[in-house]
């Protein structure tokens, strides 16, 4: 049985085949996955919020897409992983419920989707899968073996980006 | 670190735990006479704990559950959520239609509308007793459901809280109805910056 690694809430693993990295329950969250399919090394990174800059404990640097996503980079390529070989896939951020005059922070699954995909496009990084939006949750994990990325939900069933 | 949470005294987090008990008290006072049966709850805990572990506090992040979530306005802002695994939910429902037990499979509109004024109700109930604790008067949103994986629902209260800080401070009860048919969990869970006021109207500060 190979490794399941999980990764929690504004958290990040980074590891190589055959482990599968998974994270359980995203609403508004992203996972991030970052993967070599030559060397077989990749990460998944759980973000709660899009900008550490706007937040008052920034501390913890995986909570946030501006600092998680560079963070899970450096430790990709520690592993192993080459820059240029590269490919992300993204899924999560829901809008969990639906209010008439939904503030700014029920939106907070766009704007962490937004800002996942401005991160990736300036360090470079092309986005291969995305599963983003509506109002349902997510339990996503990437095999590293193969770079299959899973997204399952409760009613509407489970893919593959 | 950098959350006020993070460093209440034992005499503060037995004030917060009275409020807990007052709130849930009548919370579950109030459910009781609805569905006529006897509801035993907990002693309330307080808990201080890092965001990603609160989805525990209710069995996990892949749990599934419905989540009633009411926004409260007034001088201490706080989120309230009043989550129910999924099998509880439909037994409440069942209770309140007059159907049979295990009737209900899934939840249409006129169900998710039953367990939405069931959040309400309780809502009501708790931060009345709140507020003749505290004198701290409290207006709840109206409600909104969603049935989904516990770490999705609980999310939602968790990224605000995510902006302050790493921990969250959560006031949380479990009702159970004397058969053990229903079980639920009820959080209050103050902004950052309510708790010094919620503190403070009790005389612990």
């Known amino acids: 049985m190979p490794e399941l690694v999980k990764v929690g809430m504004a958290d990040a693993k980074v590891g190589t085949a055959p482990a599968t990295l998974i994270s359980y329950g995203l609403g508004s969250c992203i996972g991030i996955s970052l993967y070599d399919p030559q060397t077989k090394v990749g990460g998944l990174l759980h973000i709660m919020l899009p900008d550490s800059t706007q937040s008052r404990a920034n501390e913890n640097r995986a909570k946030f897409a501006d600092t998680g996503i560079p963070d899970m980079l450096n430790e990709v390529l520690k592993l192993g992983a080459s820059k240029s070989r590269l490919v992300a896939k993204i899924a999560g951020g829901a809008q969990m419920f639906a209010f008439a005059n939904a503030t700014d922070i029920m939106r907070v699954g766009q704007r962490n989707a937004q800002a996942a995909k401005e991160v ?27 770079g299959v990325y899973k997204v399952k939900t409760i009613d509407k069933g489970e893919k593959e980006i | 670190m950098s959350d006020d949470v993070a460093s209440l005294s034992a005499n503060q987090m037995d004030a917060l735990r009275e409020i807990g008990n007052v709130g849930a008290g009548n919370s579950a006072t109030a459910l009781s006479q609805i569905i006529n049966r006897r509801i035993d709850m907990n002693v309330p805990r307080v808990s201080i704990v890092p965001l990603g572990d609160v989805p525990d506090l209710v069995g996990g992040p892949d749990v599934m559950v419905v989540g009633v979530f009411l926004r409260v306005y007034g001088k201490a802002p706080s989120n309230i959520l009043f989550l129910l695994p999924r099998d509880s939910a439909f037994y409440l429902v069942d209770m309140l239609m007059g159907k049979k037990r295990g009737e209900t499979q899934k939840l249409d509109f006129m169900d998710e509308s039953a367990l939405m004024e069931i959040g309400n109700i309780l809502s009501g109930a708790y931060l009345n007793a709140l507020f003749n604790f505290t004198n701290i008067s409290l207006l709840p949103t109206i409600p909104a459901l969603a049935m989904d994986m516990a770490g999705a629902i609980l999310s939602v209260v968790l990224i605000q809280l995510g902006q302050m800080g790493d921990h969250a401070l959560v006031i949380e009860t479990e009702f159970n109805t004397d058969d053990e048919g229903i079980k639920g969990h009820f959080f209050l869970v103050p902004d950052p910056g309510s708790l010094e006021t919620i503190l403070s109207a009790v005389g612990v500060e």
């Open chain 1, 120 to 146: 990736l496009a300036s360090l470079g990084i092309p986005i291969i899968g995305e599963d983003t939006g509506g109002s349902y949750g997510r339990t996503v994990s990437i095999d590293l073996s193969s």
